[in-house]
């Protein structure tokens, strides 16, 4: 199958590992990734803080770029969401029906990773060999707005090596929120401590989610913690084999 | 203008939009059905009601409580093993200071371990299920509705309508159940058993 | 064609402000470790009583769909509606009276109370009194309100502030509640022990004179049924009860929006509320009254409607579902915001995700602005809400109206037309490299981040490098 990658602005600058790994693990597969040239940003930060207006033209932008492709897939649960749930919502805001329509169709055929993996390719062993301990976060956005349920741990717990440990408290939110890190920097911090207190609870070497943002803020607060936990992107799990 | 006008008017103002929404009821609807006895026990004894099933209400009653007891006019009086006080319009002082109520109910839901007064004869006023520290409530197996709906069905709106899930209690301490606030502290529920069963 | 914008709630009056913004109270609110656990264990054990009730019944997700469809036909008919419950109550013995806002509201319920030359009301918990500063009005006016919930009782005695749509004391725990009567309610046993039920017991015996000799009371409703008239209060101890059974006059207060088009309408809204608020199959108590029953309560009933802003919220197509909240408080109790922060940080009577929606909506977005930014946008509301409410819709919708800060607004505009060029795009990612030397504490607003976690490396190339050269 060809498959164009919408990479996110924020794998593509700064966790690109988790992007790559996308891209070979699906070769590996024995699928055409392609990347489509023009693709910045969703504007989900530009949607979700309050600037709908100036978001428009990323969404314009996110449309023509990815319209010719039968199937999307992206590295993130929350970039997926704000593709599915907000920019045919902001295109209609604005006045453009037609945007919205188009971006209603893109919509439809923007996959996260263990979405396209499990319902599009129907395979949930995809031959990865990852001898750690794993403790797997669903991030909000993951498993409130695309409903991916537990397709990341099915994918996981065919994992040859792994040790996958369930996180108490899974299901609560880190505190990232994207902006609300910064404007509600002391909450997210009590959030994140919570999160973290949970994920040293299991005794795993390495975290996980389906979202390279909350992995940012999580991996950014066990990394000033010094706790040694590191944090891989689901991708990276999966991509990786003996 | 009046405020009603300046509500009405600013009401109207805002409304855009349809003018009507379908509702879906594509939940459990009012069946008619008789609701389970067993499942009504449950429930009521798991919001800490005590329940009696009896074919002889005045020895059950007798059994519960010796002293006064305040009565709605209707009552059945056989249900009773000592002359009661008959409430008419008796005084809140009076009715404070019997040592129970006992009346009858209208609907009792299965699911949710409740009994609903209405405010028939053999139920009475409100002030006399309330002010009593003990509420014998007598109930009939064909009161027995299954779930809520099924009650709302039978219910006559117009009436003052008392529904009594449990003795009185709060949440407000740490969210914990505790029971015994204003309200009757202690709630008995009699189920009739037919004399023949 | 002009766009009704509404009026909202006056400035000065009852408590939908609070003194400072969100970010600033909740740095103090998150300081308080005792809180922090109260909130924590009574959150908790909340969530898994009412988890457990909700999944006992097979048919949840059908009754959310059509208590939120029951809600929006409410909104769509509402001038009808609430036309034929004023008709229905007023043929039932009632008298209805129209507030288009807090002092009207305040002025109607304390001309009533002074009529009847009572000294003292009792009064029900309710939202929209709290709303509307009721009690401080009343007291301006000589009139003493005495709150007869154990909760708001606690928050009374202790001159505090609630903190919970449902349990208003949430932030005490039962040691604190000791010691608050201990010092405040008179005639108290001093052996008094932090026993919840000895607490209950307390309560009991300090209220029940009060109840038995006060001839006003005033209550909220959670129901107003348009097509019979009837109204309902929800509620656990008892106190309602004898606030609606034993005076002579009783006064509600209800918002416009608490009507519901007619009797069936119960059977919805009776299984949705108590299973999302306290846990319970079914609250203790429910009282239902249809006007003035001849012999039997109250003699003399008023019912006061209560705009005080909601016609605003109504203005606003996509916020006007906030309306169809029916204050069950599921969304407090499943919010990690709240969990953290307590009630008190929102400022406003109304806290927790509704409140960040329904606030700035009540008052205008200008003077709760930082309150549609209280949330991490985490969708857990929306599961929680038994109405369906897509809080984190709303939030958003809201964040767009909020005023922002003139940085902000440059920074932002900067990095939309950034990632509108993919050159100018590509040449900020080679920048943002140049951040591996600028150490690992960043000056503000990011010194947010930095404060609590450590930048990740910047890697050596983009992925579209990696992807060009391949």
């Not at chain 2, 109207?12 to 009012?30: C, E, F, K, N, T």
């Not at chain 3, 000895?198 to 348009?226: D, H, K, M």
């Amino acid at each position: 199958m060809r498959i164009a990658l919408f990479v996110t602005c924020l794998a593509d600058t700064m966790f690109p590992q988790a992007a790559k790994a996308t891209v070979l693990l699906l070769e590996r597969l024995g699928h055409e990734v392609v990347f489509p040239p023009g693709q910045t940003c969703c504007g989900q930060m530009h949607i979700n803080t309050g600037y709908q207006q100036q978001a428009l033209p990323l969404i314009q932008r996110h449309v023509k770029t990815f319209q010719p492709y039968d199937v999307v897939v992206a590295p993130s649960g929350s970039c997926v969401g704000s593709v599915r749930h907000q920019h045919a919502m902001v295109a209609s805001a604005a006045g453009d029906e037609r945007l919205a329509l188009r971006a209603t169709a893109v919509a439809e055929r923007t996959y996260e990773l263990s979405e396209l993996l499990i319902d599009v390719l129907k395979i949930e062993d995809v031959g990865a060999y990852f001898p750690h301990r794993v403790t797997y976060h669903p991030t909000c956005h993951s498993l409130r707005v695309l409903r991916v349920g537990d397709k990341p741990l099915r994918l996981l717990r065919n994992v040859r090596g792994i040790d996958l440990v369930e996180l108490p408290a899974a299901e609560q939110c880190c505190g990232f929120g994207g902006t609300f890190a910064l404007k509600n920097a002391d909450t997210s911090t009590a959030m994140l401590a919570d999160k973290m207190g949970h994920v040293l609870e299991t005794g795993a070497s390495v975290c996980t989610a389906g979202d390279a943002s909350c992995l940012m803020h999580i991996g950014g607060g066990l990394s000033r913690l010094e706790s040694g936990v590191r944090t891989l992107h689901l991708a990276e799990i999966l991509a990786a084999t003996s | 203008m009046s405020s009603r006008d300046v509500v009405l008017g600013r009401i109207r103002s805002a409304l855009s939009g349809p003018s009507s929404v379908d509702v879906p009821r594509d939940y459990r609807p009012a069946s008619g059905a008789v609701g389970s006895l067993e499942l009504l026990v449950e429930r009521l004894v798991d919001y800490k009601a005590v329940v009696h099933r009896s074919s002889a209400v005045a020895e059950t009653v007798a059994g519960i409580v010796s002293g006064t007891l305040v009565v709605p006019p209707g009552i059945d009086r056989s249900w009773l093993p000592t002359a009661p006080l008959v409430d008419g319009d008796l005084p809140a002082d009076r009715i404070a200071a019997a040592d129970g109520v006992v009346t009858a109910a209208a609907v009792a839901i299965a699911e949710t371990g409740t009994i609903v007064l209405d405010g028939s004869p053999d139920q009475g006023r409100r002030i006399i299920s309330l002010l009593p520290d003990l509420h014998i409530c007598v109930l009939r197996p064909a009161q027995i509705v299954e779930g809520v709906p099924d009650a709302v069905a039978r219910l006559v709106p117009g009436r003052p309508l008392t529904w009594i899930s449990g003795p009185s209690a709060t949440s407000d301490i740490e969210l914990n159940r505790v029971e015994g606030v204003h309200g009757p502290r202690n709630l008995h529920v009699i189920i009739l058993e037919e004399q023949w069963s | 064609m002009t766009t009704f914008l509404g009026m909202p709630a006056p400035r000065g009056v009852g408590h939908l402000r609070g003194d400072e913004s969100f970010p600033a109270a909740a740095k103090k609110a998150l300081g308080n470790d005792q809180l922090r656990r109260n909130l924590n264990h009574a959150t908790t054990t909340i969530r898994g009583k009412s988890g457990r009730v909700i999944a006992e019944l097979p048919d949840w997700e059908q009754l959310r769909l059509a208590g939120s469809a029951i809600k929006a036909d409410t909104m769509a008919r509402l001038p009808e509606l609430i036309e034929e419950l004023e008709s229905r109550v007023t043929a039932a013995g009632g008298v209805v009276h129209w507030a288009a806002d807090a002092n009207e509201a305040n002025t109607i319920v304390t001309d009533l109370v002074r009529a009847t030359g009572s000294p003292r009301v009792i009064k029900i918990k309710s939202m929209a009194t709290q709303e509307i500063g009721l009690n401080e009005a009343l007291e301006e006016a000589g009139i003493q309100p005495v709150e007869t919930d154990l909760a708001e009782l606690i928050v009374q005695l202790g001159k505090d502030q609630p903190s919970h749509i449902l349990v208003p004391a949430i932030h005490r725990n039962r040691t604190e509640i000791r010691d608050i009567f201990l010092r405040e309610m008179p005639g108290v046993d001093p052996a008094l022990t932090d026993d919840p039920p000895v607490l209950a017991a307390a309560a009991r015996r300090y209220l029940r004179e009060t109840f038995l000799s006060t001839s006003v009371a005033v209550s909220g409703a959670n129901f107003g049924i348009a097509e019979t008239g009837t109204l309902a209060v929800v509620e656990s101890e008892g106190n309602g009860r004898m606030c609606l059974t034993l005076p002579d006059t009783l006064i509600t207060v209800m918002g416009i929006e608490k009507v519901l088009p007619t009797w069936r309408d119960l059977e919805v809204f009776l299984q949705l509320l108590p299973r999302s608020s306290t846990g319970e199959r079914m609250n203790p108590y429910t009282s239902m009254w249809t006007g003035v029953v001849p012999g039997d309560g109250p003699q003399n009933f008023h019912l006061v409607l209560l705009d005080n802003g909601r016609t605003k919220v109504l203005a606003d197509e996509v916020g006007r579902q906030a309306l169809h909240c029916i204050r069950c408080s599921a969304c407090l109790n499943v919010c990690p915001v709240y969990e953290r922060t307590g009630g008190h940080a929102y400022g406003s009577v109304y806290p927790g995700p509704i409140g960040a929606i329904l606030s700035p909506q009540l008052t205008g977005v200008e003077d709760n602005a930082s309150l549609p930014y209280a949330s991490s946008l985490c969708g857990a509301c929306f599961d929680a809400c038994p109405v369906r409410i897509d809080i984190p819709a709303i939030l958003v919708h809201l964040r767009n109206q909020a005023p922002h800060p003139r940085s902000e607004r440059v920074a932002m505009a900067a990095a939309a037309y950034t990632m509108d060029h993919p050159r100018l795009y590509e040449a900020a990612q080679h920048a943002a490299k140049l951040s591996r030397y600028a150490g690992k504490r960043l000056p503000p607003p990011l010194s947010g981040w930095t404060a609590s976690r450590d930048l990740p490396e910047p890697p050596a190339e983009t992925f579209r490098d990696w992807w060009e050269d391949r």
